[in-house]
């Protein structure tokens, strides 16, 4: 009986958690990398971008601006409809956007006006600097044509090229 019993506590300490008997490791967790995009901005000449670009997180935002350098203007993006020089895109793909600028258009108001008994050919308006406004005054019945009051011009046809209001 005594080997009996030394046969049982044998066998309950052998099947024991302590008996050498390994436990199943945890089970591994792998988080995937978060997919990434480039984001490339330029600029054509005339203007400058912020940011000019980088590498970016899936659906990251980022706002760029396109500013003009004096005596240019935004005309739009090349790489995207939006038409104002700040925008704000999320980023699901590789993008590559140019901001693109032109040579501002400077204009001048003319103003033209006939005094009483005459007429002009052109009432004048917003014209682009450079503009060469050919003129004409005709004299109404009973009437004739004697100068013009801010230019030093004696005939009644004039050619102006406009580089100010005038």
Avoid at 55 to 82: C, K, L, R
């Amino acid at each position: 009986m005594k080997k009996l019993l030394l046969l049982a506590l044998l066998l309950i300490f052998s099947c024991s958690k302590d008996a050498g008997v390994a436990e199943p490791a945890p089970p591994v967790v792998v988080i995937p990398p978060t997919p990434q995009f480039d984001l490339v901005v330029s600029a054509t000449e005339g203007g400058s971008v912020n940011p000019s670009g980088g590498t970016y997180d899936e659906d990251s935002s980022v706002t760029i601006t396109a500013t003009p350098i004096e005596g240019y203007e935004f005309t739009g993006w090349t790489g995207s409809n939006e038409t104002s020089n700040v925008i704000s895109i999320t980023l699901s793909a590789d993008i590559t956007l140019t901001a693109n600028f032109q040579l501002a258009e400077i204009q001048f108001t003319a103003t033209i006006i006939a005094g009483t008994g005459g007429v002009v050919s052109t009432p004048g308006g917003t014209l682009n600097e450079g503009t060469v406004l050919s003129i004409t005054a005709t004299a109404a019945d009973g009437y004739e044509f004697t100068g013009w009051t801010g230019s030093n011009e004696t005939s009644n046809v004039i050619s102006i090229t406009l580089s100010a209001d005038i």
